[in-house]
């Protein structure tokens, strides 16, 4: 069970001098003093709502887009503190492409995001299982599978079925990805303008829709409300995240 983004049902070394101690206690955000002091203190929860969660990333994300990125959490006395252990609020399933990093677009730093990435962003077992790790273990409150404008896997998966596929990907495993995308091609309806673009966000959805039904932990945790999957799309002109259209 998906909801849109808004929770609706549906980023020269100086010359070397003595270095003071970092003050991490009081450099850190608030949201770092839940960070665990030890990597076996990693089952603690992040101690921020999925709400919260993604209220943090819409925040960051209009920073970014407007140009005035606030590059929090990535000094000295941050990565000092989550050295010892991270607690992630959200974690992001988002394509490989060059171009969409989740910390830059979201104006997060060290620690605060979850990321894994794979072309298309698609879910097979290992994503899955990397997934539900940093919900149980780490602590995350919220999923976002973040689609993109003119995704290179989306187009080759749509290409390839209506007869245009690349004699380069002869031999290759990127029949393999193509596969994982060709149910958000095929759902796509008659008519549609743009296919692509249509093909983007049906794609992020059904990774949520993926991710809720495949997962029984992670669905346990969504209908307990502890947990909120969502399904996204970046546009590649503005820097703008906003919630699927599929």
């Known amino acids: 069970m998906a909801e849109d983004m808004h929770g609706e049902a549906v980023h020269r070394p100086a010359p070397?001098?003595?270095?003071?101690?970092?003050?991490?206690?009081?450099?850190?955000?608030?949201?770092?003093?839940?960070?665990?002091e030890h990597p076996a203190a990693a089952h603690a929860v992040s101690g921020v709502s999925p709400e919260a969660?993604?209220?943090?990333?819409?925040?960051?994300?209009?920073?970014?887009?407007?140009?005035?990125s606030?590059?929090?959490?990535?000094?000295?006395?941050?990565?000092?503190?989550?050295?010892?252990g991270q607690t992630p609020f959200a974690t992001i399933l988002a394509c490989a492409d060059s171009r969409v990093a989740p910390e830059l677009i979201f104006d997060q730093g060290l620690g605060d995001l979850f990321v894994c990435r794979v072309a298309g962003n698609v879910v097979d077992d290992a994503l899955l299982a990397s997934l539900e790790y940093s919900v149980i273990h780490l602590g995350s409150?919220?999923?976002?599978?973040?689609?993109?404008?003119?995704?290179?896997?989306?187009?080759?998966?749509?290409?390839?079925?209506?007869?245009r596929g690349s004699p380069e990907d002869a031999g290759t495993k990127i029949g393999a990805l193509a596969a994982l995308i060709t149910p958000a091609v095929?759902?796509?309806?008659?008519?549609?303008?743009?296919?692509?673009?249509?093909?983007?966000?049906?794609?992020?959805?059904?990774?949520?829709?993926e991710i809720f039904v495949?997962?029984?932990?992670?669905?346990?945790?969504?209908?307990?409300?502890?947990?909120?999957?969502?399904?996204?799309?970046?546009d590649l002109d503005d820097g703008r995240v906003t919630p699927t259209r599929a």
């Not at 969660?53 to 005035?68: I, K």
């Not at 409150?141 to 007869?163: F, P, Q, Y």
């Not at 997962?215 to 970046?234: D, E, Q, T």
Request: glycine residues 6%.
């Open 16 to 36: 070397r001098k003595a270095r003071p101690k970092p003050k991490a206690a009081a450099a850190a955000p608030p949201h770092a003093a839940a960070a665990p």
């Open 53 to 68: 969660a993604m209220a943090r990333l819409v925040a960051g994300n209009e920073r970014y887009a407007s140009g005035f």
């Open 70 to 84: 606030a590059h929090p959490d990535n000094d000295l006395a941050r990565r000092t503190l989550v050295s010892s």
């Open 141 to 163: 409150s919220l999923i976002m599978t973040l689609g993109h404008e003119r995704c290179g896997a989306v187009k080759a998966t749509l290409d390839a079925l209506e007869g």
């Open 186 to 209: 095929n759902a796509i309806q008659p008519g549609v303008a743009d296919r692509l673009d249509a093909a983007v966000s049906i794609n992020a959805s059904h990774a949520a829709a």
């Open 214 to 234: 495949r997962s029984p932990p992670l669905r346990a945790r969504v209908l307990a409300g502890k947990l909120k999957i969502v399904a996204a799309r970046y």
